[in-house]
Structure formats: C-alpha cells, structure tokens
C-alpha cells in the first residue's frame, strides 16, 4: 500500500489562523487520539455510514478517490479502510475496489501521527493509495475534478472561509460526486456553551482566530450559495464520554451542472424554487411568443 506524504504542499504560513491552529494541536497531536476515543468513535460513526452508502451505490467503477478535508490524525479514513479491507476479503481480484485516498490538513504533527496510522500495516489489497498534504481547505493541493467524493469530519468549524472551502471541495468533485460534511451544530445549547469558552481562551492566546461552528440553517445556506444540489440535511446528539450528549449535524449533496437552474427571469434560482420558476418561464414565454 503505497503512502505518499507531502507536508508542504499548498500551505500558507502568512495565515494566522491556520498558525493558531498548528500551535493549538502541535502538543496536543500525540495524545489526541487517546484522549478523544470516545468521542471520535461516536461522531465518525454516521459519515462511515453514509460514505459507504456511497460506495456500494457507486457505478460500477471499481476505482474511487476519495479527498479527507481537515483529517487530522485521519482516524476517519483509518476506519474506512479497515471496514473496506474486511469487506472485500474475499473478494475476486477483478472485483477488488481500487481507493485513493488523499487527507489535507494544516497541522504537521497532526500529520505524523495520521501517517503513523498506515506506517507497517498490512492490507487486505495492494490497490489502495493514500497520501497525505499539509493545506488549509481553502487551498486544496489537487487537480478539478480528481475525487468522487469529498469528507469532513469534526473540522469545518476551524475553516476560517467556509464558503472557499465549499468552493474548493467542489472543484475537485467530479461531476456528480458526492459531498459529505458532519461538524458541530450550534443549534445545541452544549456546543454554544463550549464555543463561547474556547473563543474566550483561543482568543487570549490568539487574537481573533477561533473560527466558529454554524447553526444548521447556515450551515445549508453555504451549501445552497457554492451551487450544491440534493441537500440532504440532518441533526442529531452522540453521547461522549458517557455523560455528554453533543450535538452535530451531516449534510451530504451532489455537485452536478444541474444544481443551479439560471434563466433571464429568475436569474439563479435553485430546484428547491423549480415549479414557481418554470410557471414564471413558461408565461414569460408564451407573452414572448404572442407579441413576437
């Protein structure tokens, strides 16, 4: 299994939010893991879900790529292709899936210990890829339309331009690919509390560089502004560290030509409008076509 690690590739050192973010997790990186089991565990869960959903759903092709935004020390991706390898165990080799795996995330040492994570390990199948990049999401280090699929976890409240980011993810989707986001929700009394606390001690250390979780109509705002189509939303609790129960929120959607209808009358208008739009088209035509 071929790892591929580039700890340069499209950062920016000139950012100061993402320089707040590698000072917060440059100590934290080597327990991480350890210390956030409980709650990695319960909030990774429903994106696996839903991304092998996607794959299982997938065309036929028996190559995937697939882009981890903000991974971290990719425990998500470490639990897919655990859960991938078992599945296709025994599968014939013509059938065997063919992933590429990519993680981008602004912290090295976040990094190290994501790279630690695929270091000696023995897979079920020599067809899989990962690689590894040190970027912010608004600076994606990859080619248009390179991944079918793009995954957050946990992260999208650090991006400090959340509508770049969007924009970033899905100029590396292919068409038709999919999009899946899970991240805190700020509907929830427990995640606003905790915000207000972590911008108060972020914000003695580093002037102004706590990013912040959005609420769920926000966060489906950002979607429907970059051009998204097939919205799914949802809200839920996970309980951590047996006591807690944290609120979150996954989105998936689809990047398709079609998510964003544009005529002269309505200028932009998204499917969720369609049938008041085309009523409004169809008699701007037929007006059209009488006078003319």
């Keep these: 299994m071929p790892v591929d690690d580039d700890i340069d590739g499209g950062y920016n050192n ?32 429903r994106p696996l879900e ?17 882009l981890d935004a903000g991974c ?33 995330e602004p912290s090295q040492e976040m990094l190290e ?15 899989t890829t990962i690689m590894f990049k040190q ?10 339309e390179s991944q079918d699929m793009v995954v957050s976890t946990n992260a999208f409240h650090f991006f400090r331009d959340k509508e770049r980011s969007l924009q970033e993810m899905k100029r590396v989707l292919k068409q038709n690919g999919t ?15 905790y915000h207000i606390l972590e911008r108060i001690r972020w914000n003695w250390r580093f002037k102004d560089a706590y990013p912040s979780p959005l609420s769920s109509s926000k966060f ?17 609790r996970v309980r951590v560290f047996s006591i807690f129960f944290w609120g979150m929120q996954t989105i998936k959607a689809t990047k398709s030509d079609l998510s964003i209808w544009e005529c002269e009358v309505c200028n932009m208008v998204s499917f969720e409008e369609y049938d008041d739009a085309f009523i409004l088209c169809i008699i701007f035509y037929i007006i059209s076509s009488y006078y003319l």
Excluded at 18 to 33: F, R, T, V
Excluded at 113 to 127: L, P, R, V
């Design 179 to 193: 999009i899946i986001i899970t991240d805190w929700c700020n509907d929830y009394w427990l995640v606003k509390l």
């Design 14 to 45: 000139d950012d100061y939010v993402y320089e707040a973010l590698q000072l917060e997790y440059k100590n934290m990186a080597s327990w991480y893991d350890s210390f956030w089991k409980s709650y990695t565990d319960a909030t990774l869960r």
């Design 50 to 66: 839903e991304v092998l959903k996607q794959i299982d759903i997938r065309d036929g092709s028996t190559r995937f790529a697939l």
């Design 135 to 144: 970027s912010p999401a608004e600076q994606l280090p990859l080619d248009n």
């Design 220 to 236: 489906i705002d950002h979607f429907k502004s970059v051009g998204f189509c097939d919205i799914e939303h949802s809200m839920y």
């Design 113 to 127: 210990q994501a790279h630690n994570k695929f270091d000696n390990k023995e897979e079920n199948t020599s067809t």
């Design 72 to 104: 971290g020390t990719a425990s998500f991706l470490r639990r897919l292709l655990d859960i991938l390898c078992n599945r296709f165990a025994n599968a014939y080799e013509e059938d065997t899936l063919q992933l590429q795996l990519t993680g981008i």
